[in-house]
């Protein structure tokens, strides 16, 4: 007895010892066996609590009344499936008659709380069927992408979900996207992520940033075409709507709507072209969208106009092409001038990160998810690289992207710049690499830290 009251302790420690230092690997040893059989052992009694039951059908009250038995209780949604998983459970659940996916979701805070669990989640798969995601501890304090993704072409995973699933950038579905966040909210890393994860794939990469490249340049030899001023960019711009006008050429060249021709096989898009025709698809990423938009004289109200109609095309024409816009900035509003609202309403996909004021937010969920502004004002200092999730269906998720150094990522470019495609109408834009800095560069004196 002695012995198995020492063993039984060091278990008990061990176990107290990973929950606080790894909870990840408390999980996967002790939590979701516990979880598991908490959540089948109070299911019952938690829906009921939760007002997720529904009275017994007549025929089961008259069959119970004619065989002189006791009369059956509420009825709880079936549970068609538990599955673990490596940061929680899921479980797929059958509605019963009278009850609606709404209710589940509008429960699922009573039911974190009544099944002792982090995070819980639902969605309606189909009609009637619900999935319930729980997730067993704080996935999003430690990021740690799983080793398998679901990645396809122009769909990477850029970082994690508050339910354990991994959060992906599909530009197919979403084809533009809007990025927002204060200094130091992980903004940057969110786009060296989205970087090194379009660097293994064949895309040409295209950037524009206005701080003098000191976010794009260092992964250059990975990108097409790379802007570090205003006039650059807007010649690159309009060199990409012209690239834009020559793709669509190309489309209609090779509609096929011939008579013979099945429907599916018409052409409308790139993706519609055989492959040995097919254009390299474009994703354009703007650093820091404001640096475009503001202007003080004549000439740069001018060149502000040229680039923020170039980028009004590209947005409202891109998708077809195959170029796809991703634009960052800390605001994005009516105050930047005409043509913001317009091209801000074409940006489908939407991420705040930590923002100043609940203007900010507004900017990126004030017109397609009300709740998540909410949420995405109360993401603290202490938490870089939280954002929130949401797109124009109104639904949003809270996300975190893996931390990435810039040296991470230049590696990821370097180790993939064979993949990166020449584009004629885009040569002129080309990075220049290895020159060293001119001679009359200002020197930059370094002054040491004091405590």
């Not at 091209?343 to 969920?365: C, I, K, P, W, Y």
Request: one cysteine or more.
């Amino acid at each position: 007895m002695t012995w198995l009251i020492v063993a039984v302790v060091l278990v008990v420690a061990a176990a107290g010892l990973l929950r606080w230092r790894r909870p990840a690997w408390y999980w996967m040893t002790f939590g979701v066996t516990l979880a598991t059989l908490r959540v089948l052992v109070r299911y019952a009694s938690v829906m009921d609590a939760c007002g997720l039951t529904v009275p017994p059908s007549r025929w089961r009250l008259a069959l119970a009344r004619a065989a002189n038995r006791p009369m059956p209780g509420p009825r709880a949604p079936r549970i068609l499936r538990i599955r673990p998983t490596r940061t929680g459970l899921v479980l797929r659940l059958k509605l019963r008659p009278g009850q609606d996916a709404f209710d589940v979701a509008a429960s699922c805070d009573r039911l974190r709380h009544s099944f002792a669990l982090y995070g819980v989640t639902s969605r309606e798969l189909r009609s009637g069927v619900v999935e319930v995601r729980m997730t067993g501890y704080d996935v999003l304090k430690r990021v740690q992408m799983p080793a398998k993704t679901d990645t396809r072409p122009m769909r990477v995973p850029v970082a994690l979900r508050e339910d354990g699933s991994v959060h992906y950038r599909d530009y197919r579905a979403v084809p533009h996207a809007l990025t927002l966040g204060a200094t130091e909210s992980g903004k940057s890393v969110y786009q060296r992520n989205l970087v090194a994860a379009l660097a293994s794939q064949n895309v040409a990469l295209v950037g524009i940033d206005c701080k003098q490249g000191v976010e794009l340049f260092p992964l250059a030899r990975r990108f097409s075409a790379l802007a570090d001023n205003p006039d650059t960019a807007a010649e690159l711009l309009e060199a990409l709507v012209s690239h834009m006008g020559d793709v669509y050429q190309l489309i209609r060249a090779e509609q096929r709507i011939t008579a013979d021709v099945p429907d599916a096989e018409i052409a409308a898009d790139i993706w519609d072209l055989p492959d040995h025709l097919r254009p390299v698809p474009v994703v354009v990423l703007v650093d820091e969208v404001a640096e475009l938009a503001l202007f003080a004289t004549k000439e740069e109200e001018k060149r502000r106009d040229r680039i923020i109609t170039a980028l009004a095309r590209l947005a409202q024409l891109g998708r077809a092409a195959g170029i796809y816009l991703e634009v960052c900035g800390q605001r994005f509003g009516s105050e930047l001038g005409k043509g913001i609202t317009m091209l801000r309403a074409q940006l489908t996909g939407r991420t705040a990160h930590r923002v100043n004021d609940e203007s900010s937010a507004n900017m990126a969920f004030g017109d397609i998810a009300p709740d998540a502004v909410l949420a995405a004002i109360q993401i603290s200092t202490d938490m870089p690289g939280l954002a929130i999730a949401g797109d124009s269906t109104g639904g949003w998720a809270r996300i975190r992207a893996p931390h990435t150094s810039l040296r991470q990522a230049v590696n990821t470019c370097n180790r993939h710049a064979d993949l990166t495609p020449d584009l004629a109408a885009l040569a002129p834009f080309r990075p220049v690499l290895g020159v060293p800095a001119p001679a009359d560069a200002p020197a930059v004196e370094s002054i040491p830290a004091t405590a």
